[in-house]
């Protein structure tokens, strides 16, 4: 794999675990950067597994852009957050002025993600921070998307719908 977590240590700092990671490879301009980032596992298994599971879309996602997937060259990857709002992963291409949001929807009973996910993005995604950027929106699922959603995404080329590892056509 060209883009992954080369390594992952946890640690307790302050009564709070914390796990460091580094992604070794974000793009082929410079294949040896190295992006060490840290992490507060919250003590609640819930949002411990959503922790794992954001690290985990941003490997799939810089893994689609390496092997021209998604056309993409990011030079960012990671989480956004602000007092209002919280986007699960956010990729920018600062040389092309681009931007990736996207939501990662993985339900327990395998419900397909709809519409409304979508929906919500785009309204989240209207902050200052992402003026004059170029955005594309994706969503990442392991239970597949509704027939209502896929049909957009024929229509919308900023949106990507990704399941498991593929980007859904």
Same mark, same amino acid.
Request: glycine share 2%; hydrophobic share 40%; with cysteine.
């Given at each position: 794999a060209f883009c992954r977590i080369s390594s992952t240590r946890l640690f307790k700092l302050n009564s709070r675990y914390i796990c460091k990671f580094s992604l070794l490879g974000m793009h082929?301009?410079?294949p040896w950067f190295v992006h060490t980032s840290y992490l507060h596992i919250p003590k609640n298994p819930t +949002?411990? +597994?959503l922790v794992i599971k954001i690290v985990s879309a941003s490997n799939i996602f810089a893994e689609l852009? *390496?092997?021209r997937k998604i056309d993409f060259v990011p030079s960012r990857i990671g989480a956004y957050w602000n007092k209002n709002e919280e986007i699960d992963l956010v990729a920018i291409d600062e040389s092309h002025k681009r931007m990736f949001a996207a939501e990662c929807k !993985? !339900? *327990?009973d395998d419900k397909p993600v709809d519409v409304n996910v979508y929906a *919500? $993005?785009?309204e989240k995604c209207q902050v %200052? %921070?992402?003026k004059g950027y %170029? $955005?594309? !929106?994706g969503i990442f699922s392991k239970s597949g998307f509704t027939k209502h959603l896929r049909d957009i995404v024929k229509e919308n080329k900023k +949106?990507? +719908?990704i399941n498991e590892c593929s980007v859904v056509k």
């Amino acid at each position: 794999a060209f883009c992954r977590i080369s390594s992952t240590r946890l640690f307790k700092l302050n009564s709070r675990y914390i796990c460091k990671f580094s992604l070794l490879g974000m793009h082929e301009i410079n294949p040896w950067f190295v992006h060490t980032s840290y992490l507060h596992i919250p003590k609640n298994p819930t +949002l411990a +597994l959503l922790v794992i599971k954001i690290v985990s879309a941003s490997n799939i996602f810089a893994e689609l852009c *390496k092997h021209r997937k998604i056309d993409f060259v990011p030079s960012r990857i990671g989480a956004y957050w602000n007092k209002n709002e919280e986007i699960d992963l956010v990729a920018i291409d600062e040389s092309h002025k681009r931007m990736f949001a996207a939501e990662c929807k !993985y !339900y *327990k009973d395998d419900k397909p993600v709809d519409v409304n996910v979508y929906a *919500k $993005l785009t309204e989240k995604c209207q902050v %200052d %921070d992402f003026k004059g950027y %170029d $955005l594309t !929106y994706g969503i990442f699922s392991k239970s597949g998307f509704t027939k209502h959603l896929r049909d957009i995404v024929k229509e919308n080329k900023k +949106l990507i +719908l990704i399941n498991e590892c593929s980007v859904v056509k």
